[in-house]
């Protein structure tokens, strides 16, 4: 699990050095790309919060709890 995150970190890093590069060289325009890749960034973070926040109604609507490996290992834990 950690090494997903660590991948996906990187990939939205690398977001950061290769957009501006990327959209320079489509748009023509240094400044176009500057914007391109603020408009990206902050798409993947909205993208990621209405992600949580639709997760966290379809929790909320069926009565679960949050289902993450690591909570239950540490539930598991906590009862022996």
Known sequence: MSLLCAVLLWEFHSLFITAQNAASNLFGDSVVGEYFRAFLSYGVIALALVIYAW???QQKKSGSELSIK???Q???ARAR
């Open 55 to 57: 997760r966290n109604a």
């Open 70 to 72: 690591g909570d239950r």
């Open 74 to 76: 540490r539930k598991a």
